[in-house]
């Protein structure tokens, strides 16, 4: 059974309009969320992260939003731009590292 | 710059074949994973290592094995490659463990099994 879902394989937006990604958790352990960026043929590459004692931390158009009753997090990007366009992870662990997982991704297509 | 390396890009084996996948990292990273990706699966962890002679087994670690004889190398192993192993495999390596150790990935090995 998958700890982290991301239950929308893609997403198509708007260039100039906001996006929104989607990842639920499970596992009531985890303390630590993070998103991955990844574009075809290359590694992910780490984009921001949230500790559970934080709901909100935001980097220039990125800003992840964490709800942990819900045990619920999402990535904001405003505005989108083409560049955006990529497949973002979320992934999860404990304070220290343990039991890390990674989502099954979304697939993110910013339209001009 | 320091970085983390994989080789080869891409390879093809046959089935019952032994391959090995080299990583190379010049951080100085204690740590290091490797992951496959498949689609509807996303990334999952194979075997991972906290430093020199330490390796552990992760979600996906049967048929596989890893070594580490010094903190730049974690090569990959496939015993006996399965058609079920065609993957694209990321090694990655982080400083630490937790909060505010982000892991760095390798560009990617591209494996198929015929």
């Known amino acids: 059974d998958q700890q982290v879902k991301q239950n929308s394989p893609s997403l198509s937006v708007q260039e100039g309009r906001i996006s929104i990604l989607n990842c639920d958790y499970t596992n009531s352990m985890f303390d630590y969320f993070l998103w991955y960026k990844k574009y075809p043929a290359e590694g992910p590459t780490f984009l921001i992260s949230i500790s559970s004692i934080k709901d909100k931390n935001e980097d220039g158009r990125f800003t992840v939003f964490l709800n942990k009753s819900a045990k619920h997090l999402s990535l904001h990007i405003v505005p989108s731009q083409p560049g955006d366009s990529a497949v973002y992870f979320c992934a999860a662990s404990g304070t220290y590292g343990q039991n890390f997982v990674f989502g099954p991704g979304t697939r993110l297509s910013v339209l001009p | 710059d320091a970085e983390i390396t994989q080789s080869p890009r891409h390879k093809i084996t046959e089935t019952g074949r032994q391959v090995t996948l080299a990583c190379h990292q010049t951080?100085?990273?204690?740590?290091m994973f490797w992951y496959r990706q498949d689609l509807g699966h996303g990334l999952r962890l194979i075997h991972y290592s906290y430093g020199v002679q330490d390796t552990n087994k992760g979600e996906v670690s049967d048929g596989y094995s890893v070594s580490r004889s010094n903190t730049e190398d974690l090569p990959l192993t496939l015993e006996s490659a399965a058609s079920s192993q065609t993957s694209v495999y990321f090694c990655a390596s982080s400083l630490g463990r937790g909060m505010g150790y982000e892991q760095y990935f390798g560009p990617g090995t591209r494996l198929t099994v015929t």
């Open positions: 951080w100085n990273h204690n740590n």
